[in-house]
């Protein structure tokens, strides 16, 4: 008994240095970490923050998007008019929209995205329903952001989730073939984006960041400037169509994809996620990429043999030449889009829309997504709760030949405002089909009246042409660098143009632009103009109540007293201004409604006690409501104050007049 306690002692003693040379650095870490954040070391990475005009509302963090850059030099735009209430009201339904940039709405912004159009929709269908549509999409983000977003933000009560992603998913932040790779294995990045919110951990990455900068001084982060976001982003760029990568990224969105499904299963919210879809007719493939380069010399000249065949309208001998080009060599793009054009020719448009398809499946540099991942949308639809939203299938549908090309795209992937507006009304139909916030007011007038609410004016079309026509300046576009936004001018620019540049350049805000806009049109007598810059402020933040009083005034103005009056009561119930109640008391006296007038017009004078004018506007009110004596009251106190007070001879004559008439 006594050599076997002998030996247990040793043993214990064993087994407790071990426990504590293992729980040494977990300790360590632990107060690291403590440490840390009591010193506000790093960054907290919120996904909402308080709405900087309201904060009554949260809003998209600005940097949100740094997380998803591990060279921490990319800051990728966000919503920033977007803001929902910190607390949400019963018997509302609050949604979430995930995806790129196309998701965010480039190259238009705020109103002309699909989320800011689907919000009108939605308030069309469900009057009665307090809506709320935060857009957390974001340009060059892949599906890892979309799922690491997704699963954070049950303490924000979701009710239902909107998808629209995949492009991304090579050349976006954590894409496989992007400059900002942290490889291919879907573990490895989730885990990263899990050890990212630890302060210790974003210590230990700067700390390597900073060595690997040192040691490797020609790395060439995406970063924020030179060049466009497209071009910096772009790593390998030529990726065969039966590369390994291709099938890769397509499992990861699927995996991605499936995890939000569960975790959408898990906490009671709805998924939609929508098809992803692209400029098939009229965007050529980017790149070639081939089997082997024995053979390309032959065919480059069986390719310079079909277009000449098809700028000669000589389709049969294009085909021809373009059949053997693909017995040389299957894998280039430009094969099945030069077949295309000579099939759509010949009207045969099911035979152009395949070879349109391959085109884009086949081209190397892979800015559309391939057709796996809308094969993995419908996947998870059939084995869980996602609503399949037909966003591709709705474009083909308006589209000549069912094939989507510059009627709806302007560029390679990122639709016009029809095509917004398309992909807005696919997801308003499957929210309404789908029951989940109840029955739906639908029917042709309610069309018509969301439709005339979308707020996209002059001006922010010139803002997005100037972004597009950058955009096309540079690679792949072109060889060339774009060069910087500073340089971009505009000969002769209308008004529009120049505060559209100013704001693309950020000198100045979306909301000034269109201040400045509406002022520039009001100068010019252009009421209705003005009335449609000041409709756009309201459409993106409809919180802010000063947009309304200016909208309100710019009504009264084109002689439409009632939609002024809407317009005001609107903006009041958020803010009671001395202005607005004046404006409301003067547009009921225009109406002839005296009674009316007169508690605005007090309200007015409560929130600026002494206001002369206002004194006036009551005094007239009252004696239009047959108030005699109140009326000479208050026209008694203005004079009392200022005897030369202008029109106050005409009121008092007025009033005796009145009196004398009374005694007869």
Same mark, same amino acid.
């Given at each position: 008994m006594t050599k076997k306690t002998k030996s247990a002692a040793p043993l214990k003693n064993e087994w407790l240095i071990r426990l504590a040379l293992v729980a040494a650095p977990l300790l360590l870490l632990l107060l690291l970490e403590g440490g840390l954040r009591m010193l506000d070391y790093g960054e907290s990475f919120e996904i909402l923050v308080p709405f900087q005009s309201d904060t009554n509302y949260l809003a998209v963090n600005p940097a949100l998007g740094q997380r998803y850059f591990p060279a921490g030099q990319v800051t990728p735009e966000v919503a920033l008019t977007d803001a929902i209430l910190k607390e949400k009201p019963q018997d509302s339904y609050r949604i979430f929209v995930l995806g790129g940039s196309t998701a965010a709405g480039y190259p238009y912004q705020y109103n002309g995205s699909f989320p800011s159009i689907l919000k009108l929709i939605l308030k069309a269908y469900y009057p009665n329903k307090h809506i709320e549509i935060m857009n957390l999409a974001m340009p060059a983000v892949s599906s890892y952001t979309v799922r690491?977003?997704?699963?954070?933000?049950?303490?924000?009560q979701p009710d239902a989730y909107i998808i629209y992603a995949g492009h991304n998913e090579f050349y976006g932040g954590?894409?496989?073939?992007?400059?900002?790779?942290?490889?291919?294995?879907?573990?490895?990045?989730?885990?990263?984006?899990?050890?990212?919110?630890?302060?210790?951990?974003?210590?230990?990455?700067?700390?390597?960041?900073?060595?690997?900068?040192?040691?490797f001084s020609d790395s060439?982060?995406?970063?924020?400037?030179?060049?466009?976001?497209?071009?910096?982003?772009?790593?390998?760029?030529?990726?065969?169509?039966?590369?390994?990568? !291709? $099938?890769?990224? @397509?499992?990861?969105?699927?995996?991605?994809?499936?995890?939000?499904? +569960?975790?959408? *299963? =898990?906490?009671?919210?709805?998924?939609?996620?929508?098809?992803?879809v692209s400029n098939l007719r009229d965007q050529p493939p980017f790149v070639n990429s081939f089997a082997?380069?024995?053979?390309?010399?032959?065919?480059?000249?069986?390719?310079?043999?079909?277009?000449?065949?098809?700028?000669?309208?000589?389709?049969?001998?294009?085909?021809?030449?373009?059949?053997?080009?693909?017995?040389?060599?299957?894998?280039?793009?430009?094969?099945?889009?030069?077949?295309?054009?000579?099939?759509?020719?010949?009207?045969?448009?099911?035979a152009a829309y395949q070879s349109y398809?391959?085109?884009?499946?086949?081209?190397?540099?892979?800015?559309?997504?391939?057709?796996?991942?809308?094969?993995? !949308? $419908?996947?998870? @639809?059939?084995?869980?709760?996602?609503?399949?939203?037909?966003?591709? +299938?709705?474009? *083909? =549908?308006?589209?000549?030949?069912?094939?989507?090309?510059?009627?709806?795209?302007?560029?390679?992937?990122?639709?016009?405002?029809?095509?917004?507006?398309?992909?807005?009304?696919?997801?308003?139909?499957?929210?309404?089909?789908?029951?989940?916030?109840?029955?739906?007011?639908?029917?042709?007038?309610?069309?018509?009246?969301?439709?005339?609410?979308?707020?996209?004016?002059?001006?922010?079309?010139?803002?997005?042409?100037?972004r597009i026509d950058f955009l096309k300046r540079g690679w792949p576009f072109t060889d060339k660098s774009p060069g910087a936004k500073s340089d971009v001018q505009i000969p002769n620019a209308s008004k529009e143009q120049e505060l559209a540049l100013r704001f693309w350049q950020n000198e100045l805000s979306w909301e000034k632009m269109h201040v400045e806009m509406a002022r520039h049109y009001e100068k010019a007598?252009?009421?209705?103009?003005?009335?449609?810059?000041?409709?756009?402020?309201?459409?993106a933040t409809p919180m802010n109540a000063s947009p309304y009083t200016f909208m309100a005034r710019a009504l009264m103005r084109m002689q439409r007293p009632a939609q002024a009056l809407a317009a005001l009561k609107a903006g009041m119930q958020l803010e009671k201004t001395a202005y607005a109640s004046q404006l409301a008391g003067t547009i009921h006296m225009m109406m002839q409604q005296a009674p009316?007038?007169?508690?605005?017009?007090?309200?007015?004078?409560?929130?600026?006690?002494?206001?002369?004018?206002?004194?006036?506007?009551?005094?007239?009110?009252?004696?239009?409501?047959?108030?005699?004596?109140?009326?000479?009251?208050?026209?008694?106190?203005?004079?009392?104050?200022?005897?030369?007070?202008?029109?106050?001879?005409?009121?008092?004559?007025?009033?005796e007049s009145k009196r004398q008439s009374r005694k007869k």
């Open positions: 690491e977003i997704a699963l954070s933000l049950a303490e924000y954590l894409g496989i073939a992007s400059t900002e790779s942290l490889g291919q294995s879907r573990w490895f990045v989730n885990t990263y984006l899990k050890l990212r919110h630890y302060r210790s951990f974003q210590l230990f990455r700067g700390l390597f960041n900073g060595l690997r900068g040192l040691i060439k982060p995406a970063g924020n400037n030179g060049g466009t976001l497209m071009a910096r982003m772009a790593g390998k760029r030529s990726i065969p169509y039966n590369a390994p990568e !291709v $099938r890769l990224a @397509a499992t990861n969105f699927q995996g991605n994809l499936q995890d939000i499904a +569960e975790f959408c *299963q =898990a906490n009671n919210i709805e998924l939609f996620a929508g098809s992803v082997e380069e024995v053979g390309k010399d032959a065919w480059h000249s069986k390719i310079q043999t079909a277009a000449s065949a098809i700028n000669e309208q000589n389709y049969s001998a294009a085909l021809s030449a373009i059949s053997d080009a693909v017995k040389l060599d299957s894998l280039a793009a430009t094969q099945y889009f030069l077949r295309a054009r000579a099939q759509l020719a010949i009207a045969d448009t099911a398809l391959r085109a884009k499946d086949y081209d190397g540099l892979r800015f559309r997504a391939t057709e796996h991942i809308n094969q993995a !949308v $419908r996947a998870i @639809a059939e084995s869980s709760e996602l609503h399949y939203v037909p966003v591709k +299938e709705r474009f *083909q =549908a308006a589209s000549p030949g069912k094939i989507p090309g510059n009627n709806l795209f302007l560029e390679h992937l990122h639709p016009n405002l029809p095509g917004y507006r398309l992909m807005a009304e696919a997801f308003a139909e499957a929210i309404a089909e789908s029951g989940i916030i109840g029955p739906a007011r639908r029917g042709s007038a309610i069309d018509a009246s969301w439709r005339k609410q979308i707020g996209v004016t002059r001006v922010d079309l010139e803002f997005a042409k100037i007598n252009n009421w209705p103009a003005a009335a449609r810059e000041y409709q756009a402020l309201i459409t009316a007038a007169i508690p605005y017009f007090r309200e007015s004078l409560q929130l600026k006690p002494g206001d002369l004018d206002v004194m006036f506007k009551l005094a007239e009110a009252h004696v239009f409501n047959g108030d005699l004596d109140s009326g000479e009251s208050l026209l008694r106190e203005i004079l009392s104050n200022r005897p030369d007070y202008p029109r106050s001879k005409e009121l008092a004559a007025f009033i």
